[in-house]
């Protein structure tokens, strides 16, 4: 599979992405120069916390970069759809296109993406099949960098000893607490931000594979009330003869979600495109499409 390209024209997602990087540069720059540096040369750290600290800023910037210009899934305008797969794809409302079941139209884009979960203005792109991965990378190492920076900045002020000369600038020495400070609210900022997105987009993979498309996993059966007073669907026929119709209707909804889903390593496998879970931290590959078999027990 080779790698496509996208490149959304939206000047509000341009001021947002703009933002995180700005955010980044300025992380990235003043506290190795502020705190890492001077601490490192008085032997208060190791250097080892230093490579750490640029290695993680360049998978961040990495995963940044690729999310935001990775075609997320976008389906072409005339599809070929396989005769066998055609009860699997649907029109589209918006676009009059064919698409297949999951996917979702983005009003911004002006496009269908396949199992489109968000569009994001952090990244100016839509979060689909092939970007996701790199959008969850891009939040983990965001995450993994602002505590990163927050422990230092607060080791500076409370646990390191003082440092005993500072070769900085004029500007820097005047002005160090308020930098710091301003690196702090941004931290913070952005560790509440992105620990609140992580977590939601964590739970929508391990429940129902993406945001959308927990729609389909609430769908309810088409029910059909028989002359001999039951209520018929695709999967089963419930008797509620001499009983509260009420009940059945509860019984078949109680069938629906008491379905089991899938491991929690295959899905998230399906969404890196690898079983290797250590590939699942590489921002630096190509993603191949991975449809993992699997059978489910039968618990109903």
């Known amino acids: 599979m080779g790698l496509r390209i996208h490149f959304v024209v939206d000047p509000h997602g341009w001021c947002c992405m703009g933002l995180i990087v700005f955010v980044w540069l300025y992380n990235i720059v003043l506290i190795p120069r502020i705190v890492l540096f001077p601490h490192y040369e008085e032997g208060h ?12 800023s360049i998978f961040c910037l990495v995963a940044l970069v690729r999310a935001s210009l990775t075609d997320p899934g976008r389906l072409p305008e005339n599809p070929k759809i396989p005769h066998a797969e055609r009860e699997l794809w ?19 884009c002006g496009h269908c993406v396949r199992r489109m979960d968000h569009h994001c203005p952090w990244i100016n792109n839509c979060v689909g099949e092939d970007n996701h991965w790199l959008f969850l990378q891009l939040c983990f190492y965001t995450e993994l960098l602002t505590c990163y920076a927050l422990m230092f900045s607060f080791c500076h002020y409370y646990y390191f ?30 560790l509440v931000g992105i620990t609140g997105l992580f977590y939601t987009q964590l739970i929508g993979i391990i429940t129902t594979g993406s945001v959308l498309s ?30 509260d119709c009420a009940v059945s209707v509860l019984i078949v909804f109680w069938v629906q979600r008491s379905r089991p889903r899938k491991p929690w390593q295959q899905t998230f496998s399906e ?19 991975l449809r993992v078999p699997y059978h489910f027990a039968n618990h109903v």
């Open 271 to 289: 969404v890196f495109g690898t079983r290797w879970k250590i590939l699942w931290f590489i921002p630096f590959r190509q993603r191949q499409p």
């Open 90 to 108: 649907e029109l589209c409302n918006k676009c009059n296109l064919m698409r297949p079941k999951r996917s979702h139209h983005c009003s911004r």
């Open 45 to 56: 750290i190791p250097g080892i916390l230093i490579i750490i600290f640029y290695g993680i």
């Open 161 to 190: 000893l003082p440092l005993k000369k500072r070769n900085l600038d004029l500007f820097v020495v005047r002005h160090e607490l308020a930098i710091m400070r301003l690196a702090a609210f941004m931290g913070i900022t952005m």
């Open 214 to 243: 927990s729609r389909a996993c609430c769908e309810w059966e088409c029910l059909t009330l028989t002359p001999a007073g039951c209520f018929q669907s695709e999967s089963s026929v419930l008797c509620c003869a001499g009983r």
